[in-house]
């Protein structure tokens, strides 16, 4: 897989406009801030099968900060596409180079998200396992322990759930 900054990326697509850009982000995150001419292909719904480019065009791929964008270059790889370019620092990169963006509805990042809703399930946890029910204590544990298995997987379960709720659709 090859990796460009957002302004190599832009520099080879000003150059070539057959390269999609694909922003893999959310549907309220694409619809709050994108580059201009990224189209959506929100990770958690992204069906290869139906992918609409073919496996030897080069296809950059963008999200939020690079951390998305990796993980469906290696899954197109894994399905056969040739040219996969990640761009890194995604488009919070792109709109601090000062690189052409569509901005619309201001939406909250899946990763904001996923730390208030972790947070709140931890003091939730240790507020019912002080004045509770210790067993409480397990719910911050639990929590504590996803978020572990997130950081070494590289890999969030509630991410991926929060994706799915209605306020990230279009």
């Known amino acids: 897989m090859k990796n460009l900054t957002v302004e190599q990326s832009h520099h080879e697509r000003q150059a070539n406009s057959s390269i999609p850009l694909i922003d893999v982000r959310t549907p309220a995150e694409y619809g709050s801030l994108h580059a201009e001419s990224a189209q959506s292909h929100p990770m958690e719904s992204l069906d290869i099968g139906n992918f609409p480019f073919s496996k030897d065009q080069e296809i950059h ?21 040739e040219r996969v370019v990640n761009v890194e620092g995604g488009t919070s990169a792109w709109d601090g180079a000062g690189l052409p963006v569509i901005a619309g509805k201001k939406a909250m990042s899946l990763e904001r998200q996923v730390r208030i809703a972790a947070g ?22 639990f929590v504590g322990a996803g978020l572990v298995f997130a950081g070494v997987t590289d890999t969030c379960g509630m991410g991926m759930i929060i994706a799915k709720m209605p306020w990230n659709r279009a």
């Open 61 to 81: 791929v963008i999200c939020q900060s690079g951390g998305r964008s990796m993980k469906v270059c290696q899954k197109l790889e894994s399905a056969g596409f």
């Open 120 to 141: 709140a399930l931890v003091v939730i946890g240790a507020v019912v396992g002080h004045f509770y029910n210790p067993a409480g204590y397990g719910l911050s544990a």
